[in-house]
């Protein structure tokens, strides 16, 4: 299953990616906004990237105007790292280099079929056995433990 999140901005572009998500055989489950109010992002970043922390997804989809918001919110939750991407390069990478379990998008900055296209690489892109990406993605996971006390 994957947790998805959005603020007011982003409403429109995470009902589009939850359609096309379910169209690709996934469970989503939605963690709000559910309408284009004014709302807070952070509060709908945390409770995706709560979910994802827990295990109770392997992925969570983050979206608001820029990205960046969701991105910050969600990683100073424990056992998450989220990539925020604006191109299908940078969604393959840092899955296959960073073993990024969520990704942020900004519907304000990328274009609906990018984004789409964004998070078909990121779920799809294994992370990489490669020992140096491993040695880095655990080095990521001491900085974790030593701030998450």
Known sequence: MIGIACDSAA?????????????RGYAV???GAFDSNPSDYPDFAAAAARAVSSGE???GIL?????IGMSIAANKIKGIRCAHCCDVF????????????????????TP??????????????????????????????????????
Do not use: W
Request: hydrophobic share 35%.
């Open 90 to 109: 940078s969604a393959s990478a840092t899955r296959e280099h960073n073993n990024a379990n969520m990704l942020a998008i900004g519907s304000r900055i």
């Open 11 to 23: 409403f429109e572009l995470k009902n589009k990616a939850i359609e096309f998500l379910q169209n």
């Open 112 to 149: 609906e079929d990018t984004a789409l296209k964004i998070i078909e690489v990121f779920l799809t892109t294994p992370f990489s056995t490669e020992e140096r990406h491993i040695r880095r993605v655990d080095k990521i996971g001491k900085i974790e433990e030593e701030y998450f006390k």
């Open 29 to 31: 489950k939605d963690y």
């Open 63 to 67: 979206i608001c105007g820029t990205g």
């Open 57 to 59: 997804h392997q992925y």
